[in-house]
């Protein structure tokens, strides 16, 4: 089945750009997800990318994906204290057994 | 719109005993998925209902079941409560099939005494 893992912490200064960094096993992966949790709440889906797409550009968000590698890394522009959560990677094989599977989590961190 | 609701926030139950949590999803959504978050397993599939239909199911032991009511909303029952249940229990609807619109609600904070 699908592995995703993910780097437990990242900790950035205020306005610098973040990246963090995820890596998946199956091939077959057809759209792969960012999603935020702060704390006591659930999940917000912060945006996806195809699989035949390198690059996806959301204002302050970007993604990339290499799937060559099997890498996907978001960037967030500009840091704020307001984007310090956990941010977790998500991705779904085209196979019949149709579901997410997680990353471990990334706790990002931002200083002011 | 209202979001995705979740009852009861924070539940404390002992060992042996089981519990039922409650998901109701956005108005017009026919897709509801239930995840457990642990410190130490992440985020791991429960199951997945569609139209009243469990479409899919993670790996988890039979104590674990679910249902969908034809308006969509959706229980999930825990029987003989463990110790390592103990976890938030995350639902999630979409209007269709794809996760592509999937929204949480705020998640179940179940304690296992």
């Known amino acids: 089945g699908e592995d995703v893992e993910q780097s437990l912490f990242l900790s950035v200064r205020e306005g610098d750009s973040s990246v963090i960094n995820c890596t998946y096993t199956?091939?077959?992966?057809?759209?792969l997800y960012w999603y935020k949790q702060e704390p006591g709440a659930g999940l917000q889906l912060l945006t996806y990318?195809?699989?035949?797409?390198d690059m996806k550009q959301d204002q302050r968000l970007t993604v990339l994906l290499n799937k060559k590698d099997k890498h996907l890394s978001l960037r967030i522009a500009d840091t704020q204290t307001g984007d310090s959560a956990i941010y977790f990677c998500?991705?779904?094989?085209?196979?019949?057994?149709?579901?997410?599977?997680f990353g471990s989590g990334t706790q990002l961190t931002v200083l002011p | 719109k209202a979001g995705v609701t979740q009852t009861p926030r924070y539940l404390i139950k002992t060992r042996g005993q089981q519990v039922t949590l409650s998901c109701s999803p956005i108005s017009g959504h026919r897709s509801v998925s239930w995840y457990q978050q642990t410190p130490g397993q992440g985020l791991q599939f429960l199951f997945e209902?569609?139209?009243?239909?469990?479409?899919n199911k993670g790996n988890f032991p039979g104590r674990f079941s679910g249902r969908q009511f034809s308006n969509s909303r959706s229980e999930m029952n825990v029987s003989t409560l463990e110790l390592g249940d103990s976890a938030l229990y995350l639902c999630?609807?979409?209007?269709?099939?794809?996760?592509?619109?999937?929204?949480f609600g705020p998640g179940t904070r179940l304690t296992v005494l």
């Open positions: 998500a991705a779904i094989s085209s196979g019949s057994a149709r579901q997410l599977t």
């Open positions: 199956d091939s077959s992966s057809t759209y």
């Open positions: 209902y569609f139209s009243e239909t469990q479409r």
């Open positions: 999630a609807s979409m209007q269709g099939l794809t996760y592509n619109e999937q929204f």
């Open positions: 990318i195809f699989s035949n797409m």
